[in-house]
Nanobody, 124 residues
Framework: QVQLVESGGGLVRAGGSLRLSCVASGRILRIDEMEWHRQIPGRQRELVASITSGGSTNYADFAKGRFTISRDNANTANLQMNSLKPEDTAVYYC???????????????????WGQGTQVTVSP
């Protein structure tokens, strides 16, 4: 099985920083793009930032200048969040379209995978 696991969430005061990490595991052959999304209670999930395997990045307007997405290696994506605001409070999810080997069926397949989410709470 392949999976994404996020870590690094927590409680921080406004103006503080957090670093989220997402690690993909399993028999992964390739990940072209990794993304961070967030879901604020009562609202739809929204894209925060994305990064390709070549290092090209894209940010939501609210993230520009405060958040930085990076990849340590082919299967890990980080989100450095600075100058956090109470309105950044949300569950943050990692997403990636994985090309992986399925040994049960002896095939190569793709899967759009999501992590379980990590809570970020920013207090005033």
């Amino acid at each position: 099985q392949v999976q994404l696991v996020e870590s690094g969430g927590g409680l921080v005061r406004a103006g503080g920083s957090l670093r989220l990490s997402c690690v993909a595991s399993g028999r992964i052959l390739r990940i072209d793009e990794m993304e961070w999304h967030r879901q604020i209670p009562g609202r739809q999930r929204e894209l925060v930032a994305s990064i390709t395997s070549g290092g090209s990045t894209n940010y939501a307007d609210f993230a520009k200048g405060r958040f930085t997405i990076s990849r340590d290696n082919a299967n890990t994506a980080n989100l450095q969040m600075n100058s956090l605001k109470p309105e950044d409070t949300a569950v943050y999810y990692c997403n990636a379209n994985l090309l992986f080997y399925n040994p049960v069926d002896d095939i190569v397949a793709t899967r759009d995978s999501w992590g379980q989410g990590t809570q970020v709470t920013v207090s005033p």
